[in-house]
């Protein structure tokens, strides 16, 4: 007979992880389906493991929950006694989402970006040139000066002499500031399909590579629905949709004036959205306008997209839909600001943003 036949698939737990760590891993993300609701994630997690035993006869979900407790993921010390995820709990939820996202980049350099110029600076580059007074003797490569100093002297009367010395290149680090948008209104978890979620874990693992990876650089987050607020890194498991339009200009301007304070030059606007800007503030009171592009809108945000572009701040926008009328809008923004524009899925976005991170990091504006 020709053909094939189908089994059941069963995936293979990981043998160097213990039953706990099996279970934390579950547990990480449903923190961050459930907006850090401790109570609802451990819910669903019960609700899986009856469907789909992921504990063990030897250690079932009460025994997890008491080592969540024992080891401080969780904690009830609050005056209403709930169960709430302490500090340990977020960093591990941020380093899950980098593993998860960045995971299978490759490592490079010691974790500060480069740019095109050599000189003096902390990392050693590929590139040589003969010595030169001023030189740091730590640039010295000894073993290129060694076979300089055989070729040119040959092996019977070996000498080092200054002209046999050839030092390597280091190149300047620069600094980056970035200001990551993240779009809240209510069409993020509209038609079935989840959005925020994505976003947060992007959010998550970018802020947990740029504390690994380049610690120099500054990383903001602004969340924008009808308004605008900055929230910290810490707070990102618990962001949640809201009944909100979409004031893209209120994000913007908070972003320039967080940058604004930023004393290096390398600034840039990463924004996360799915759909158009449809709301502005008029004072105490909102300007509305949920149906297609509002002139008088869309002219406020384009006018703020010019004049990041003449402050040398590039906004990257990664735009997960795909209506026609979204990318006029978003190709028209991008080339005001002379910035870049991603139509992406959710499934490719934390690539995407950290390819574009890297690429406006090596520019030196």
């Given at each position: 007979?020709?053909?094939?036949?189908?089994?059941?698939?069963?995936?293979?737990?990981?043998?160097?992880?213990?039953?706990?760590?099996?279970?934390?891993?579950?547990?990480?993300?449903?923190?961050?389906?459930?907006?850090?609701?401790?109570?609802?994630?451990?819910?669903?997690?019960?609700?899986?493991?009856?469907?789909?035993?992921?504990?063990?006869?030897?250690?079932?979900?009460?025994?997890?929950?008491?080592?969540?407790?024992?080891?401080?993921?969780?904690?009830?010390?609050?005056?209403?006694?709930?169960?709430?995820?302490?500090?340990?709990?977020?960093?591990?939820?941020?380093?899950?989402?980098?593993?998860?996202?960045?995971?299978?980049?490759?490592?490079?350099?010691?974790?500060?970006?480069?740019?095109?110029?050599?000189?003096?600076?902390?990392?050693?580059?590929?590139?040589?040139?003969?010595?030169?007074?001023?030189?740091?003797?730590?640039?010295?490569?000894?073993?290129?000066?060694?076979?300089?100093?055989?070729?040119?002297?040959?092996?019977?009367?070996?000498?080092?002499?200054?002209?046999?010395?050839?030092?390597?290149?280091?190149?300047?680090?620069?600094?980056?500031?970035?200001?990551?948008?993240?779009?809240?209104?209510?069409?993020?978890?509209?038609?079935?399909?989840?959005?925020?979620?994505?976003?947060?874990?992007?959010?998550?693992?970018?802020?947990?590579?740029?504390?690994?990876?380049?610690?120099?650089?500054?990383?903001?987050?602004?969340?924008?629905?009808?308004?605008?607020?900055?929230?910290?890194?810490?707070?990102?498991?618990?962001?949640?949709?809201?009944?909100?339009?979409?004031?893209?200009?209120?994000?913007?301007?908070?972003?320039?004036?967080?940058?604004?304070?930023?004393?290096?030059?390398?600034?840039?606007?990463?924004?996360?959205?799915?759909?158009?800007?449809?709301?502005?503030?008029?004072?105490?009171?909102?300007?509305?306008?949920?149906?297609g592009l509002d002139p008088k809108i869309l002219n406020k945000?384009?006018?703020?997209?010019?004049?990041?572009?003449?402050?040398?701040?590039?906004?990257?926008?990664?735009?997960?839909?795909?209506?026609?009328?979204?990318?006029?809008?978003?190709?028209?923004?991008?080339?005001?600001?002379?910035?870049?524009?991603?139509?992406?899925?959710?499934?490719?976005?934390?690539?995407?943003?950290?390819?574009?991170?890297?690429?406006?990091?090596?520019?030196?504006?």
């Amino acid at each position: 007979m020709i053909g094939h036949r189908f089994t059941e698939f069963i995936p293979e737990k990981n043998p160097e992880q213990s039953a706990f760590d099996n279970l934390l891993n579950i547990f990480l993300q449903l923190m961050v389906i459930t907006a850090g609701d401790v109570s609802e994630a451990l819910s669903w997690l019960t609700n899986l493991d009856n469907q789909y035993k992921i504990s063990t006869a030897d250690y079932g979900i009460g025994d997890f929950i008491d080592d969540l407790k024992t080891k401080g993921y969780i904690t009830d010390d609050n005056q209403k006694g709930e169960f709430k995820i302490t500090a340990k709990s977020e960093q591990s939820i941020r380093k899950s989402a980098l593993e998860e996202i960045f995971g299978k980049l490759k490592k490079s350099g010691k974790g500060n970006h480069k740019t095109n110029s050599t000189g003096i600076g902390d990392e050693m580059s590929t590139d040589f040139r003969q010595f030169e007074f001023g030189d740091s003797p730590e640039q010295i490569a000894f073993t290129e000066s060694i076979r300089n100093a055989q070729i040119n002297h040959g092996f019977g009367n070996f000498m080092l002499t200054e002209n046999d010395l050839e030092v390597r290149e280091r190149e300047f680090k620069t600094q980056t500031s970035t200001v990551l948008m993240i779009d809240i209104s209510h069409s993020m978890i509209l038609y079935g399909e989840d959005r925020i979620t994505p976003a947060k874990k992007v959010a998550m693992a970018l802020a947990e590579l740029i504390k690994r990876k380049y610690p120099k650089d500054t990383l903001d987050v602004i969340v924008f629905g009808n308004d605008a607020w900055q929230i910290e890194i810490k707070d990102l498991p618990y962001l949640n949709v809201g009944p909100y339009h979409t004031n893209t200009v209120a994000g913007i301007e908070l972003a320039m004036d967080l940058l604004r304070r930023r004393k290096n030059k390398n600034k840039q606007i990463f924004m996360i959205t799915d759909g158009k800007p449809t709301c502005l503030n008029e004072g105490i009171k909102y300007y509305k306008n949920p149906y297609g592009l509002d002139p008088k809108i869309l002219n406020k945000t384009l006018n703020l997209a010019a004049q990041c572009r003449r402050l040398h701040i590039p906004i990257t926008t990664f735009m997960i839909a795909s209506d026609p009328y979204l990318k006029e809008f978003v190709q028209e923004f991008t080339e005001v600001n002379q910035g870049n524009a991603y139509y992406s899925s959710l499934k490719g976005l934390g690539n995407l943003i950290f390819e574009d991170y890297k690429r406006n990091r090596r520019k030196n504006l």
